[in-house]
Every structure is written in C-alpha cells, then in structure tokens.
C-alpha cells in the first residue's frame, strides 16, 4: 500500500497572516473573538480545526480576516484579561465586523479564580458580550454573535433517531443568554447551536461524530493514541460550522456576507467523506497559496473533476473513467471510497533547468475506492490527478475517458494534428472549443491553453508519462464546450522503414502494463495572465525522480549545426563543402572559437542511415577526436528505426560512446503510443549508462521524463525554424512563435532552433530552396530574442559559421545566452499578440519580447531586477526593420528597478537584452 503524509492544509491557511499585514489594509477588516472552538491551530494539532480557521477558506480576501480566538478562554478573560482592547476594540475602524462566540468556558465552575477566572454567571456573561457590542457601536464598526456549537455529548440516538440537545450540560442558559443580548442590542445572530439542532441528525450519528476530535489510535501521527473528545471539532467540523455562519450571513443580508465567497465554491473538506460509505462526496485539494483547487465529485453515476482558479470555475465538472479487461470501468460509482489527506514541502535543485530550484510545496488528497485510487494534488502553479491501480499481475487497459469541460465564453490556442503519426510540428489556432475541427483522425494535441473570462488561463498537459499512450484530444461534432481524449493503441502491425516505423494497424486496447502503478498526471497549469504560465514547474515537479546516481557528467550548451543551413559555409579557403571531414573540422573550429560546447553531425554521415555504417568521407571518429581535442562535444543524429532494437541500440551506443561522442539527437519518432513511451524511457536509461545525453526529434512535447533522466536535453515537438527556413519560408512562423510561449513551451524545453542570420520582412518573396542562402521571415531581433525567450538547455545555432562570422555583434550576444537558468519571469504578453520573458543567470538577466505581423510599442516592467542601477545591452528593431528586416540598433544604457523598459517593435520583430549591474557588481 501507497504511504501517505497524514497532515493537514492548516499551514497554508495560516501562512502569511501576520498582524502587520492587516494593520496596513485600507478595506474593512473581520475580527474574531472566541474560544478554542474558533481557534486557529497548527499543523502539529491536525486533524484539530477550529471554524472561525475554516472561515478563511469562505474569504473573498482571506487577508481580511483575524483570528483573536483562544483556546480556553470565556469571554469574562477575554475582557479582563485586556485581549479584547488590545487586539480588537483599539484597531476597529468604521465598517468593521466582530464575531463574537464564547459559551463553553464560561459555564466552567471550577475556573473561578486567577489565573484563569473564566467562569460567570448567565448574567454576568450578558455584560460581558453587552459590552463587546458597545465598543463595537461606539467605533462605528459592526459586531455578530456566534452561539457555541453544539457539543457532541449531546448527541443521541433513539429509535433509530439521532436527536441533538444543543450542547453539554449547562452550556444551555449561555446559549439563551446570547440569543437575548443579539435581540436587545439588535445584534445579528449566527445561531450555529440551533444550526446543528437542526443539520447534524441528517448526517446521521456515525458522519455527525466524525465532525468532532474521535480518532483511532494510529490514525494520525499527531494523536498516535487516538482522542476521544466530544468539545473540539476536526477540519470536517470547522469547514461544517464555517459554511452555516456564511450561509446565515447571506440569508439575514448582512454587510458581514460581503467578506464571503459564495458557500457552494467551498466544499467540505475530504475529511467529512472519510467515513467509508458507498453515498460518495466531494472531495478536494487546495494548493498552500488557497489559490487553486481541484476537487472530486463521486456519486450514484461515476465521478467528475473540476478546476477552480480564486473561486472561479477554469475546468467545469467533467466526468471521467478508466476501463481495465476484466475489472470493468474504474468510475467510483456506487463504490466505497474513502479519502486520506497529505502534503509535501521542500525544495529541490535542478542545475539542467529553467530555475536553480523549484519548490515541490504541494497538498494532496488520495482517494481510495480499494484496489485503485485517485489521487488529487494541488500546487501553486497548477492541479493535478491521476488514478494509481493496485492489481496483481498485468492488466489492459481498454480506453481512458478523460474529458475537459470549459466554462462558458473560453477561448483556446490549440495546435491539430491529422493523424497519430504526427512530428507535432503545426502551428497554433485560437478560436472558441467549437472551432476545433470536429471528428477523427484530427487530434488537438497536448499541451493547449484556455482563457477563461474572469478566470485566468489554464495550460492542459500531462506529466510522468511512461509506459502508456499520449494524451490527445478530439471535438465530438455535437459538443461545443468539451474536448474528450483519443489515445492511440498499441501498434499491431507495423511498417519499417529506414527512417520511421508507422503503424499499419492498431490493437483496441491502450497497453498492457504493469496491474500496481501510477498512471501519467493530467495536468493543469494555472495563473492569472498567459505570462504566469511561463513559470510553472507543475510538469517537472511531478515526474520521477531522477534515476541517474550521478549526472554531474551532463553539459548543457550551445550547438554548431549544420542541416538547416545546408553547409553553406563560404569563408574557408580551399573548403569544397559538403557532408565530409573537412567541412565538419570547419563547424568545430567555429564552435571552439566562439565557446560554444556542440556539434551536431546530422543527417549523412552513416551509409544509408544504418549507423552502424559510417561513410569514409565523413570519417567520424576522425571528427570526433578533433573535436574533442578542442574541447568541443559531438552529437550524432540517427533515425529512430535503425535504433528500435535494443541489442542493436546497445551496440551503437557503446561503440560511439567508446569513440567519444556526447550523444545522440534520434530523429523520426513521430509517435506518442505504447511502444514510442517505451522507447524514449529505455533509451534514455540505456544512454545514461554510458554517459551519452540525447535529444528527442520529430517527438511529441516533453512529458517530465526529463527529471527522471536528466540526459534528455531537448524535445523537438514545436513548428520552429524548420518550418521557417528550411522549405522557402513560411511566415506563419513567426505569429506562431508568440503562441509557442503560452503553449508548447509550458511543457518544458523545445528543439525550434533559433538563429537565423538572414531576415526577410513581410512583403519580401521567400527564398528559392536549393538556390537561395536559407533565411526566415521576421526581423534580425526578433531570432535574438528567441534565444534568451525559448527555453532549450542544448540550444541550436541554426545558421552557417560563415553566417555569424559576418555579424559578429549579433553573434557575441547569442553565443553570450546560457542555456540552464537560475529564473525565469513571464514578464507581459498575450496570446496571439506578443510575449516577454525575462531569465537570470547569476547575477546576470537577459530579456526577450517578440510580436506577431502587428507592430508595436511596449512599456515592459522590470521589477525583476534587483536593487541598483543596471547596464543594458539592447538590440532593438531600428526605425526601417518593418521593410529592411536584418536592420538593427544595439545601445547601451542605464536603469533601475521599477523603472519600464520602453521597447518599440517592427513587423515580425523582436527585442533581446543582457542587464549587467552597473559597476561590474554582481
């Protein structure tokens, strides 16, 4: 059986409420005065809860809310005690709100005396609360009484009956004493006594009970002995009792209801569905920051999520399912399920990346329906869910159901393949779900983005995908505002050639697996804008962890490159070029001049694409030691068919290991199902051990597989530069580039390979191929900005040495870019309009901001910057670049954080930067 952390959400809800944060809010504010049943607590007290807690759940602005409430306390303490004057009455402004609930402590006879002197009569407790209404009248603020809950003593079942008396022997004349203080001070009144009365025989005794502290022995490792404690509640109590005082808020139209969020967005929390039972419930994660949730809804037909976004729907309920041979459709209906609530913390270094590190803060709630679960996690950036299976043996797993249902008013930017044998390479549309082309074989590939109206974005993608298909997704021609999932099966039949493997047909079933696993997270990145996507980690953050002991031997870096510019190098005397050693002697020399840390030999140096069979002319191992002696690594490209066989990849692998090359780029894949997951999972492990790193081409987008083999150094699944150069030009591409920062590039590092050294403006013909120099639509800045913008730890230069060599400027600044990052900011942007992003290496920050065909001028903030005045390195699109678009300006200036960058982009241009502290301080 899976462990599971035993702890509770306390944490974040309290995290960051600090009473200085609420001496600084200029809006009114939510006082609370009560005892231990309104309390806060820590997580160390989990499962124990108090509602007046709960209540910052229900919060508009959970910052508006403070919590004075004490355990043990009476309202005579809370008074004489000076609590009341110095953290309430002194700090009330007009429109202010107090709850006030005491009761349980007050009836305490045997607190009579110091220190505590809690206990007083039924008349004296009436002056006490008299006078909390006084104070509040007289500051103009506004105070409500709360009744204390009731107390599970009180509970009792009689013929077959559960009856509630209100509370514990004695709390009844305090009880009625509030009631007539609330009516002669013409105070409202949250009678949660009564509340209970009348809700808690519903639930019936068992459900009822689990509201308050009775745990098992062993149950949570914060009581190992188990409580038995009929006064205090648990989270399910608190959020119970919470949701009741909104409620009656909202009925009686108080002001006091303008805090709340409306109670039907906040569920109970998984705790009031523990109680095994086959009536299902609502379940749910919230993430640390109480900004997203992803919650579960089981019941009589199935089960469906959905996604909220700061109390707002970006995933409407979708019902979804897994169907296994022999065991039928896993969908909750009609099961027993019960929930068990976790939470991880801790940071973690990732050298091979878009940030140093990343913070692994997530809570999480499993959901149990006995031999298979689903397990719901909940980050800052993003949900997720998956189901996990504990079945012995193996197991084929017929189909997926999973479906994404969107509010209302959403638009997408989504990319269509027309089939399953796709290299992912078509560029973004944007439109509403019905825009998408209903019907197979068109397949809406992963990931793609919503934006919701009054939501944010949400990026759907998938991580820890292994041995299983890719998630796509398809419009049934009926549906107008859902997308459903269309897997591809496992290949049945196949057709091999050199270069790829198709699949001439397919089983009807998704794979045959291991019957105990995790399954791939469905994944849904969440932020406010599309630049906050930018810096999600939800995709790595999920996959397994690294499997390599050791991968201090992986070396990000640039690449020399030669497919896309055709060798086309010109400036080296007596050099007849071509696929052969001279040429690619050239290519190290380039790169060993300019520090740049690959080559890639591409297509043409293996006889027939059988790398087993090097062509003499190119002499590889020549090149390799070469290279090597200049300190500059080799890459191999190969197609993925010849590599297929494991006996024969093993021994490619160990020879060009032997010989010293890098790694390997595998090519032609063009596949997501069974078998291609397979592939890319035992590659990489098989490379690993022989210290070769490699690059994934004519593949889907990365999946996570990069953090459990951190020799993955690229994914290509993007239309890139390719697209853009290789075939006369397409000027698609460079609208498309927008798009790939709010989609593709959200799932991870993609291969565009950026670069090119000749620009054509948007009326300018396309080159003649096979003719021409290679060139690509779009301004001279905008492929500088791609660099520091498009996130690649091994980066392409696309284009020729000779190419470079004539813009040296141009080429000292995109040899300057790292590759791994320390952070990354999405700095502005919108979709199908413009994108900036900013990243740090050290104590160094580098800018990208690019446009579609539309021209035009930005102030882009640069609050990233730390203190001080900065040296900028800028290359700006120069006034003519609209038409000359291999014109540019480079300059040289000064600013200071919190100071806008002004930037002026032309057609198709771009805006690339370095910020230095000025002085050379780093």
């Given at each position: 059986?899976?462990?599971?952390?035993?702890?509770?959400l306390?944490?974040?809800?309290?995290?960051?409420?600090?009473?200085?944060?609420?001496?600084?809010?200029?809006?009114?504010?939510?006082y609370?005065?009560?005892?231990?049943?309104?309390?806060?607590?820590?997580?160390?007290?989990?499962?124990?809860?108090?509602?007046?807690?709960?209540?910052?759940?229900?919060?508009?602005?959970?910052?508006?809310?403070?919590?004075?409430?004490?355990?043990?306390?009476?309202a005579?303490?809370?008074?004489?005690?000076?609590?009341?004057?110095?953290?309430?009455?002194?700090?009330?402004?007009?429109?202010?709100?107090?709850?006030?609930?005491?009761?349980?402590?007050?009836?305490?006879?045997k607190r009579?005396?110091?220190?505590?002197?809690?206990?007083?009569?039924?008349?004296?407790y009436?002056?006490?609360?008299?006078?909390?209404a006084?104070?509040?009248?007289?500051?103009?603020?506004?105070?409500?009484?709360?009744?204390?809950?009731?107390?599970?003593?009180?509970?009792?079942?009689?013929?077959?009956?559960?009856t509630?008396?209100?509370?514990?022997?004695?709390?009844?004349?305090?009880?009625?004493?509030?009631?007539?203080?609330?009516?002669?001070?013409?105070?409202?009144?949250?009678?949660l006594?009564?509340?209970?009365?009348?809700?808690?025989?519903?639930?019936?005794?068992?459900?009822?009970?689990?509201?308050?502290?009775?745990?098992?022995p062993?149950?949570?490792?914060?009581?190992?002995?188990?409580?038995?404690?009929?006064?205090?509640?648990?989270d399910?109590?608190?959020?119970?009792?919470?949701?009741?005082?909104?409620?009656?808020?909202n009925?009686?139209?108080?002001?006091?209801?303008?805090?709340?969020?409306e109670?039907?967005?906040?569920p109970?929390?998984?705790s009031?569905?523990?109680?095994?039972?086959?009536?299902?419930?609502?379940?749910?994660?919230?993430?640390?920051?109480?900004?997203?949730?992803?919650?579960?809804?089981?019941?009589?037909?199935?089960?469906?999520?959905?996604?909220?976004?700061?109390?707002?729907?970006?995933?409407?309920?979708?019902r979804f399912?897994?169907?296994?041979?022999?065991?039928?459709?896993?969908?909750?209906?009609?099961?027993t399920?019960?929930a068990?609530?976790g939470?991880?913390?801790?940071?973690?270094?990732?050298?091979?990346?878009?940030?140093?590190?990343?913070?692994l803060?997530?809570?999480?709630?499993?959901?149990?329906?006995?031999?298979?679960?689903?397990?719901?996690?909940?980050?800052?950036?993003?949900?997720?869910?998956?189901?996990?299976?504990?079945?012995?043996?193996?197991?084929?797993?017929?189909?997926?159901?999973?479906?994404?249902?969107?509010?209302?008013?959403?638009?997408?930017?989504?990319?269509?393949?027309?089939?399953?044998?796709?290299g992912?390479?078509?560029?973004?549309?944007?439109?509403?779900?019905?825009?998408?082309?209903?019907?197979?074989?068109?397949?809406?590939m992963?990931?793609?983005?919503?934006?919701?109206?009054?939501?944010?974005?949400?990026?759907?993608?998938?991580?820890?995908?292994?041995?299983y298909?890719?998630?796509?997704?398809?419009?049934?021609?009926?549906d107008?505002?859902?997308?459903?999932?269309?897997?591809?099966?496992?290949?049945?039949?196949?057709?091999?050639?050199?270069?790829?493997?198709?699949?001439?047909?397919?089983?009807?079933?998704?794979?045959?697996?291991?019957?105990?696993?995790?399954?791939?997270?469905?994944?849904?990145?969440?932020?406010?804008?599309?630049?906050?996507?930018?810096?999600?980690?939800?995709?790595?953050?999920?996959?397994?962890?690294?499997?390599?002991?050791?991968?201090?031997?992986?070396?990000?870096?640039?690449?020399?490159w030669?497919?896309?510019?055709?060798?086309?190098?010109?400036?080296?005397?007596?050099?007849?070029t071509?696929?052969?050693?001279?040429t690619?002697?050239?290519?190290?020399?380039f790169?060993?001049?300019?520090g740049?840390?690959?080559?890639?030999?591409?297509?043409?140096?293996?006889?027939?694409?059988?790398?087993?069979?090097?062509?003499?002319?190119?002499?590889?191992?020549?090149?390799?030691?070469?290279?090597?002696?200049?300190?500059?690594?080799?890459?191999?490209?190969?197609?993925?068919?010849?590599?297929?066989?494991?006996?024969?990849?093993l021994?490619?692998?160990?020879?060009?290991?032997?010989?010293?090359?890098?790694?390997?780029?595998?090519?032609?894949i063009?596949?997501?199902?069974?078998?291609?997951?397979?592939?890319?999972?035992?590659?990489?492990?098989?490379?690993?051990?022989?210290?070769?790193?490699?690059?994934?081409?004519?593949?889907?987008?990365?999946?996570?597989?990069?953090?459990?083999?951190?020799?993955?150094?690229n994914?290509?699944?993007?239309?890139?530069?390719e697209?853009?150069?290789?075939?006369?030009?397409?000027?698609?591409?460079?609208?498309?580039?927008?798009?790939?920062?709010?989609?593709?590039?959200?799932?991870?590092?993609m291969?565009?390979?950026?670069?090119?050294?000749?620009?054509?403006?948007?009326?300018?013909?396309?080159?003649?191929?096979?003719?021409?120099?290679?060139?690509?639509?779009?301004?001279?800045c905008?492929?500088?900005?791609?660099?520091?913008?498009?996130?690649?730890?091994?980066?392409?230069l696309?284009?020729?040495?000779?190419?470079?060599?004539?813009?040296?400027?141009?080429?000292?600044?995109?040899?300057?870019?790292?590759?791994?990052?320390?952070?990354?900011?999405?700095v502005a942007?919108?979709?199908?309009?413009?994108?900036?992003?900013?990243?740090?290496k050290?104590?160094?920050?580098?800018?990208?901001?690019?446009?579609?065909?539309?021209?035009?001028?930005?102030?882009?903030?640069?609050?990233?910057?730390?203190?001080?005045?900065?040296?900028?390195?800028?290359?700006?699109?120069?006034?003519?670049?609209?038409?000359?678009?291999?014109?540019?300006?480079?300059?040289v200036?000064?600013?200071?954080?919190?100071?806008?960058?002004?930037?002026?982009?032309?057609?198709?241009?771009g805006f690339?930067?370095?910020?230095?502290?000025?002085?050379?301080?780093?």
């Amino acid at each position: 059986m899976n462990r599971f952390f035993k702890t509770s959400l306390a944490a974040a809800i309290l995290a960051g409420m600090s009473a200085a944060a609420f001496a600084a809010a200029p809006q009114p504010r939510l006082y609370m005065a009560g005892d231990s049943t309104m309390a806060d607590y820590k997580p160390d007290d989990f499962p124990q809860y108090g509602w007046g807690q709960a209540l910052r759940a229900f919060m508009k602005e959970p910052a508006r809310l403070q919590n004075f409430a004490r355990c043990g306390w009476s309202a005579r303490r809370f008074r004489e005690s000076g609590r009341w004057e110095k953290c309430i009455a002194s700090k009330l402004n007009p429109g202010d709100w107090v709850i006030v609930s005491f009761g349980h402590n007050d009836m305490n006879k045997k607190r009579d005396k110091p220190p505590k002197n809690d206990y007083s009569t039924p008349g004296e407790y009436k002056e006490f609360l008299k006078g909390f209404a006084a104070d509040a009248k007289s500051k103009g603020a506004n105070i409500a009484f709360a009744t204390s809950i009731a107390h599970s003593s009180g509970f009792n079942e009689k013929d077959g009956a559960m009856t509630v008396d209100g509370g514990a022997k004695g709390l009844a004349p305090y009880v009625s004493a509030m009631r007539e203080i609330a009516e002669e001070a013409g105070a409202p009144l949250l009678d949660l006594n009564r509340y209970a009365e009348e809700n808690l025989p519903g639930l019936g005794m068992e459900k009822a009970k689990s509201l308050y502290m009775f745990l098992k022995p062993g149950e949570y490792a914060n009581f190992p002995d188990g409580k038995n404690d009929p006064a205090h509640i648990r989270d399910a109590g608190a959020f119970f009792y919470a949701k009741a005082a909104v409620e009656m808020a909202n009925r009686q139209k108080l002001a006091l209801a303008g805090f709340f969020r409306e109670p039907s967005s906040v569920p109970f929390v998984p705790s009031l569905a523990r109680a095994e039972a086959p009536c299902g419930g609502i379940f749910t994660a919230v993430s640390p920051d109480r900004l997203n949730e992803l919650r579960l809804e089981v019941g009589a037909k199935g089960m469906a999520y959905s996604v909220w976004r700061r109390g707002k729907a970006v995933v409407a309920p979708t019902r979804f399912s897994l169907e296994i041979e022999g065991r039928g459709v896993l969908n909750g209906a009609g099961a027993t399920q019960n929930a068990i609530l976790g939470k991880r913390k801790g940071k973690l270094a990732t050298p091979l990346y878009k940030k140093a590190e990343i913070d692994l803060a997530h809570n999480e709630t499993l959901v149990s329906f006995g031999d298979w679960s689903v397990r719901l996690v909940a980050r800052d950036d993003g949900v997720a869910w998956r189901f996990e299976t504990e079945f012995g043996g193996e197991i084929v797993v017929k189909a997926e159901n999973t479906a994404v249902r969107f509010p209302k008013g959403t638009e997408l930017c989504y990319t269509v393949a027309p089939s399953f044998m796709s290299g992912w390479e078509k560029p973004a549309q944007t439109g509403p779900v019905e825009s998408v082309p209903a019907g197979h074989p068109q397949i809406v590939m992963t990931p793609f983005t919503a934006t919701v109206p009054g939501a944010g974005a949400v990026t759907v993608a998938e991580s820890d995908l292994r041995d299983y298909p890719g998630l796509n997704f398809y419009r049934r021609g009926s549906d107008k505002d859902v997308l459903r999932s269309w897997q591809a099966g496992v290949p049945k039949e196949l057709d091999a050639g050199r270069r790829k493997i198709k699949v001439a047909s397919r089983e009807p079933y998704l794979a045959k697996t291991k019957g105990a696993r995790p399954f791939p997270w469905r994944v849904f990145v969440l932020g406010d804008t599309p630049s906050a996507l930018v810096e999600s980690d939800i995709v790595y953050a999920l996959a397994e962890p690294s499997r390599i002991a050791d991968a201090s031997w992986v070396k990000p870096g640039q690449v020399a490159w030669d497919w896309w510019n055709g060798f086309q190098i010109t400036d080296v005397p007596n050099l007849e070029t071509g696929c052969n050693y001279e040429t690619y002697k050239a290519y190290v020399d380039f790169a060993a001049a300019n520090g740049i840390e690959y080559i890639i030999m591409d297509e043409g140096w293996a006889e027939k694409l059988d790398p087993e069979k090097m062509r003499d002319e190119v002499n590889v191992p020549g090149v390799i030691a070469y290279a090597n002696e200049k300190g500059v690594g080799v890459i191999l490209w190969a197609a993925w068919a010849p590599l297929c066989d494991r006996e024969r990849r093993l021994r490619v692998f160990e020879r060009y290991a032997a010989m010293g090359a890098k790694g390997f780029k595998i090519d032609f894949i063009e596949r997501d199902d069974q078998a291609a997951e397979r592939f890319l999972e035992e590659a990489a492990a098989d490379a690993a051990r022989r210290n070769l790193v490699v690059l994934y081409h004519g593949i889907h987008k990365p999946t996570g597989l990069q953090r459990t083999y951190p020799n993955i150094l690229n994914y290509e699944g993007v239309y890139g530069l390719e697209q853009g150069g290789s075939i006369g030009g397409r000027k698609v591409v460079v609208s498309n580039d927008v798009n790939l920062v709010y989609t593709r590039m959200v799932a991870g590092f993609m291969d565009y390979t950026p670069g090119a050294m000749r620009n054509r403006a948007f009326d300018a013909p396309p080159f003649v191929k096979g003719k021409d120099v290679r060139a690509c639509y779009g301004t001279r800045c905008h492929q500088l900005a791609l660099f520091p913008m498009f996130e690649a730890p091994v980066q392409m230069l696309c284009d020729s040495p000779t190419q470079y060599r004539t813009e040296p400027e141009c080429t000292a600044f995109i040899v300057g870019v790292p590759t791994v990052w320390d952070e990354t900011r999405g700095v502005a942007g919108e979709i199908g309009k413009f994108a900036a992003v900013a990243r740090r290496k050290g104590g160094e920050w580098w800018l990208g901001a690019i446009t579609n065909w539309d021209a035009r001028e930005l102030e882009l903030p640069t609050a990233f910057l730390g203190a001080g005045e900065w040296k900028v390195e800028a290359f700006e699109d120069a006034a003519d670049s609209g038409v000359n678009a291999e014109h540019y300006v480079r300059r040289v200036f000064t600013i200071k954080p919190g100071e806008t960058l002004k930037v002026r982009l032309a057609r198709g241009g771009g805006f690339a930067a370095k910020f230095k502290k000025a002085g050379g301080a780093h």
